[in-house]
């Protein structure tokens, strides 16, 4: 009986502990956050999507930051994530989360989109692939989601090209 009380006063004793020390850690924590991300400083920087597929069995959603040297010469670094959202066995026609990207460079047309394309496919129902790459040079940036199947390389079921960025738009803080 001594033993379970002694335990039970222990605990209390460690929680009013913690709960008294949480709110200290806590601050710290959102201060030291706070300054490394007011360090970090970006000449455009957003939250993209979430876009679908057509039927909605394929999401993405994820952060652009581009950061310029100098007139047009940029950096350009895309992350997110891709879900499967497609619960059907491949028997039954279930298939797996795709999304493209499409990059045109400065020196391309406006609506010339030959410069990069990058692809990331994901094929696990209920989870998500991160997304991640750099670019340079670019002008605009545009991403599709669809679907495609396990073994083919064939997209279907797409959305529409959304943009993630365009340096000829005002709205994304690049004047030509």
């Not at 929680?15 to 706070?34: E, M, R, W």
Request: overall charge negative.
């Amino acid at each position: 009986m001594r033993r379970s009380v002694r335990n039970i006063l222990g605990l209390a004793a460690v929680t009013a502990a913690v709960a008294v020390g949480v709110p200290a850690l806590s601050t710290a924590a959102n201060a030291s956050t706070a300054s490394a991300a007011s360090s970090h400083s970006s000449d455009y920087d957003d939250y993209w999507g979430p876009y679908w597929s057509s039927n909605h069995l394929a999401k993405a959603k994820g952060y652009i930051d581009v950061n310029y040297d100098d007139d047009e010469s940029n950096a350009v670094h895309i992350t997110g994530k891709l879900y499967d959202l497609d619960h059907r066995t491949y028997d039954e026609g279930g298939k797996c989360a795709y999304i493209k990207f499409r990059v045109s460079s400065w020196d391309d047309d406006e609506d010339d989109w030959s410069s990069s394309i990058k692809s990331y496919k994901y094929c696990g129902a209920g989870g998500y692939k991160a997304i991640s790459f750099w670019r340079y040079d670019v002008a605009q940036v545009q991403a599709k989601v669809c679907q495609v199947g396990l073994y083919s390389s064939y997209p279907v079921k797409c959305g529409s090209w959304h943009d993630l960025y365009n340096a000829y738009d005002e709205d994304y803080g690049y004047e030509a």
